[in-house]
């Protein structure tokens, strides 16, 4: 389901960073989300471009696969959510917590230092409120490259290591 969620990602118009996410219950997807504008917000390459506003607008792929499956009337009860390639932030946790979401699966992979205290809250908040939360190890050759800045760091470290950044996926 993570190849599922990386999918979800590639639609994300953020020219750095594309999540994606899919909530999914006895099999069955009920939701998906990525990250970026609401809905008929115009999405000019100036705002894409620009952090601060990028930040102050946009949606997190999390918190969108949450408002779509309000959208669609699918309850998220009970179900798992998979996130590609980044855990969730505080204010997403938050969220998949109220929608009641039971799992969280995301991928093995060094986060951004920028996003590492919030994604550490995120956790502490699901432990918390008793939503597994699940990292799957990653193998492989690198698929793709994230381009953030705060990307450098790990990116150096994970060279020397001669690691990948963003393995492919193991077989489903
Ligand atoms: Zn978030």
Redo the contacts with the bound molecule.
Sequence with gaps: MLHMARQVAAWSKDPSTKVGAVAVRDRRILATGFNGLPSGVHDEETRLRNRELKLAMFV?A??NLVAFAARSGACLAGSTVYIWPLP??S??AAVLIQADVARVVVPDFPEPLRWVESFQLGRIMFSEAGVRFERMPMTGPVGHELHEPDYAEQRERLKMLNQPLIPDLPPA
């Design positions: 997190h999390e918190t969730a932030c204010q997403c």
